[in-house]
């Protein structure tokens, strides 16, 4: 019985082959996927400016409101205003409710006007308090933002 006996210097590049790589190279898809991201991020705002449309003309009149809207404002110190008239936290409901009895019902919009430097839990208490009281058509205001 003969056993081969050949040492690590005679076997030669022959007798051996390369380990098969099992990994995957990620780095071009992590590349690809980079360019993308910021192909988007980029894209993203420009698509949400607006839609030019060219809209069809007609005959019809514009609708007339024969009545103002109904504003609903709050300040920088909190003061609460129906339309020009100051109104208590209190009273705000009540009177909200007969205004809106004499002009149609609970259905009316009513348009909500906050200050920008106005606490933010004073607009919220409003906005609940309007909502308990069975005011769900509200909208609110801002000013189109001017360049600068």
Same mark, same amino acid.
């Given at each position: 019985?003969a056993?081969?006996?050949?040492?690590?210097?005679?076997?030669?590049?022959?007798?051996?082959?390369?380990?098969?790589?099992?990994? !995957? %190279?990620? &780095?071009?898809?992590?590349?690809?996927? +980079?360019?993308?991201?910021?192909?988007f991020?980029?894209? *993203?705002?420009?698509?949400?400016?607006?839609?030019?449309?060219?809209?069809?003309?007609?005959?019809?009149?514009s609708?007339?409101?024969?009545?103002?809207?109904?504003?609903?404002?709050?300040?920088?110190?909190?003061?609460?205003? !129906? %339309?020009? &008239?100051?109104?208590?936290?209190?009273? +705000?409901?009540?009177?909200?409710?007969?205004?809106?009895? *004499?002009?149609?019902g609970l259905?009316?919009?009513?348009?909500?006007?906050?200050?920008?430097?106005?606490?933010?839990?004073?607009?919220?208490?409003?906005?609940?308090?309007?909502?308990?009281?069975?005011?769900?058509?509200?909208?609110?205001?801002?000013?189109?933002?001017?360049?600068?």
């Amino acid at each position: 019985m003969a056993m081969n006996m050949a040492g690590p210097a005679s076997s030669g590049r022959r007798g051996r082959r390369r380990a098969v790589m099992a990994e !995957i %190279n990620v &780095t071009p898809m992590v590349d690809v996927m +980079l360019v993308l991201l910021i192909i988007f991020m980029v894209s *993203a705002p420009l698509l949400t400016v607006g839609v030019p449309l060219d809209l069809p003309q007609t005959q019809a009149k514009s609708l007339e409101q024969d009545k103002t809207p109904l504003q609903l404002s709050v300040d920088v110190k909190g003061r609460i205003f !129906i %339309n020009d &008239t100051e109104v208590a936290f209190n009273e +705000l409901i009540p009177k909200l409710k007969a205004i809106t009895d *004499a002009r149609g019902g609970l259905d009316e919009r009513i348009f909500m006007r906050a200050d920008k430097k106005a606490d933010y839990g004073t607009v919220a208490k409003v906005m609940g308090l309007l909502s308990g009281a069975g005011f769900k058509r509200l909208a609110l205001v801002t000013e189109v933002e001017q360049g600068t």
